[in-house]
């Protein structure tokens, strides 16, 4: 149990909350654009509608996938660091205590003190131990394949939401016009919600996020104006 000490909290809860905002960034953008892009051939709305749903069923997977496999992958290597450091300390425990004395030597405590403090900790759970101060490893930071690639797929729906509510809520005569204001609203937000956390100027976060979204859902407009002319 970690004892409540703010500065660490507050670090996890940026980290989660940067990541949420990244991914519902990615839902707005690539849906908003799929929406604007079908909306300037000519579609109709259902077909619109029906377009953003399945943009958002598919990038809500690609992001659960592309996130658990790199999680996952995280979590192999932890696990076999971890496989590799109980080894250690069952074939040279004098050396794996030479190894921890030093590491909290490099973090100030004097020779005889750290190797006590070594000493003691490893005559209780030699491997916490060694996994927390030696790889890094806590459970609090634990690898969390499943729960990264849900919180990915969450976020990216929550962002892939707002064009398709407003296709729903657009007449029919005005789908391009409404969905790239509110997702251009949208990202704005998302981008200063993502600066503020990272502590960054807010308007330019803003800013930043919403050009990139324009130009998303511009050159997927032109995309779909030349398409739908064509065809
Ligand atoms: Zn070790």
Not at 37 to 61: K, Y
Not at 140 to 147: S, V
Not at 192 to 202: D, H, K, M, N, W
Not at 207 to 214: D, H, K, Q, T
Request: charged share 15%; aromatic share 4%; no cysteine.
């Amino acid at each position: 149990m970690l004892h409540n000490h703010g500065e660490s909290h507050n670090t996890t809860r940026i980290g989660w909350l940067r990541a949420a905002v990244l991914g519902a960034n990615d839902g707005t953008i690539s849906v908003a654009s799929l929406v604007v892009g079908v909306a300037a051939s000519g579609a109709q709305q259902r077909s619109i509608l029906l377009t953003g749903v399945a943009g958002l069923v598919a990038g809500a997977m690609s992001m659960a996938a592309g996130e658990y496999v790199s999680v996952q992958s995280q979590a192999d290597t932890e696990s076999a660091d971890i496989e590799r450091e109980k080894y250690e300390l069952q074939v040279q425990p004098e050396s794996e205590l030479a190894e921890l004395t030093s590491i909290y030597v490099s973090k100030g405590l004097d020779q005889p003190l750290a190797r006590l403090v070594a000493e003691k900790l490893m005559s209780g759970d030699a491997l916490l131990a060694h996994t927390r101060d030696e790889l890094g490893i806590t459970e609090t930071l634990r690898a969390r394949p499943i729960q990264a690639a849900l919180a990915s797929a969450v976020s990216f729906v929550v962002g892939a939401i707002v064009p398709i509510i407003s296709v729903l809520v657009a007449p029919a005569t005005r789908v391009t016009e409404v969905a790239s204001v509110t997702a251009l609203l949208t990202l704005a937000i998302l981008g200063a919600t993502a600066a503020y956390a990272g502590g960054a100027p807010v308007a330019k976060g803003a800013l930043r996020v919403a050009f990139w979204g324009a130009l998303a859902m511009g050159l997927t407009a032109g995309v779909g104006k030349l398409f739908g002319t064509v065809v």
